[in-house]
């Protein structure tokens, strides 16, 4: 089993930073995929960005390349994400997840509300 908790939401203002963290718990997760997701209200869930925790390869949603960076520590067991130029439209829950052995999501964080105020 494998716990996720993330941290370092907030409300920031347009053009703000932040940096997410997910710290990983259970069991290692050196050999799975790690990905942010993020749900707004009255929308679906979305695809942020991931990251291959041997590789070192990293994906983005469209809207997020160019002021989204994904990382891991991995001896920290512990992903982030650091967003920069942050817009109003970024407002949302930000989930942390990890994949199985079955190669989807199957583990999820809690969320950390991240508001982008105008």
């Known amino acids: 089993q494998v716990q996720l908790v993330e941290s370092g939401g907030g409300l920031v203002q347009a053009g703000d930073s932040l940096r997410l963290s997910c710290a990983a718990s259970g069991r290692t997760v050196s050999s799975y995929m790690m990905g942010w997701f993020r749900q707004a209200p009255g929308k679906e869930r979305e695809f942020v960005a991931s990251?291959?925790?041997?590789?070192?390869?990293?994906y983005y949603q469209d809207s997020a390349k160019g002021r989204f960076t994904i990382s891991r520590d991995n001896a920290k067991n512990t992903v982030y994400l650091q967003m920069n130029s942050l817009k109003p439209e970024d407002t949302a829950v930000y989930y942390c997840a990890s994949k199985g052995v079955s190669g989807t999501y199957v583990y999820w964080g809690q969320g950390t509300q991240v508001t982008v105020s105008s």
């Open positions: 990251i291959t925790w041997t590789g070192g390869w990293t």
